[in-house]
Nanobody, 126 residues
Framework: QVQLVESGGGLVQPGGSLRLSCAAS????????MGWFRQAPGKEREFVAG????????NYADSVKGRFTSSRDNAKNTVYLQMNSLKPEDTAVYYC???????????????????WGQGTQVTVSS
């Protein structure tokens, strides 16, 4: 069982930056690949970024490539999402999620993830 708690969301102007954190409970954090998803009002939840168990491999949605970076610190049981050059279309509730599936694969489907945080609101607006 893994419990996830996101933090770091807020209101930022276009072009600004935010760093989201996701703290996980439990002693087996390094056994899980992690994903970041977002959901805007009236839209389906979509994949943003993923990172494998060791942190050596990452994957990003085309819409955020070059602007967002995911990293993790297994000693601190925390995964991060650094978001730069934010745009109004990045406005959404952001969720982190954990999956025990796969050793190297980074899944972009929400159905592959077992545990979810409660979400944190990111609003990009002037």
């Amino acid at each position: 069982q893994v419990q996830l708690v996101e933090s770091g969301g807020g209101l930022v102007q276009p072009g600004g930056s935010l760093r989201l954190s996701c703290a996980a409970s439990g002693r087996t954090f390094s056994s899980y690949a992690m994903g970041w998803f977002r959901q805007a009002p009236g839209k389906e939840r979509e994949f943003v970024a993923g990172i494998n168990r060791s942190g050596a491999r990452t994957n990003y949605a085309d819409s955020v490539k070059g602007r967002f970076t995911s990293s993790r610190d297994n000693a601190k049981n925390t995964v991060y999402l650094q978001m730069n050059s934010l745009k109004p279309e990045d406005t959404a509730v952001y969720y982190c999620a954990a999956t025990s599936m796969g050793l190297y694969t980074i899944y972009d489907s929400p159905t592959k993830y077992d545990y979810w945080g409660q979400g944190t609101q990111v609003t990009v607006s002037s």
